[in-house]
């Protein structure tokens, strides 16, 4: 199993920049694959970016291309995502999720192992 806890969430303007951040521990290489998740309130969680972690191949949600980048560092076991040009319907709480094999269809939460609390990110117009 592996433990995330996700970081960096706040209240910006629309227009401004976040990086989220999320540490992994305990069995991090039986992850395939990582992924970012918001789920903004009466709303469903959604998918919104994944990266495999060998290869670094990634995949966007089509509302967050040319603004959010997933990356992530090997040697300290984290993954990040960076936030350009944030929206008012960006506003959710983000999650990090990771999955012990390559899901057939990234964007399915319940295709994922292991879930961080949440972050908290706020966007005012």
């Known amino acids: 199993q592996v433990q995330l806890v996700e970081s960096g969430g706040g209240l910006v303007q629309a227009g401004d920049s976040l990086r989220l951040s999320c540490a992994a521990s305990g069995r991090t290489r039986s992850s395939a694959v990582v992924a970012w998740f918001r789920q903004a309130p009466g709303k469903e969680r959604e998918f919104v970016a994944s990266i495999n972690w060998k290869g670094g191949s990634t995949y966007y949600k089509d509302s967050v291309k040319g603004r959010f980048t997933i990356s992530r560092d090997n040697a300290k076991t984290t993954l990040y995502l960076q936030m350009n040009s944030l929206k008012p319907e960006d506003t959710a709480v983000y999650y990090c999720?990771?999955?012990?094999?390559?899901?057939?269809?990234?964007?399915?939460?319940?295709?994922?192992?292991?879930w961080g609390q949440g972050t908290q990110v706020t966007v005012s117009s």
């Open positions: 999720a990771a999955a012990s094999k390559v899901p057939s269809i990234v964007v399915v939460p319940t295709l994922y192992d292991s």
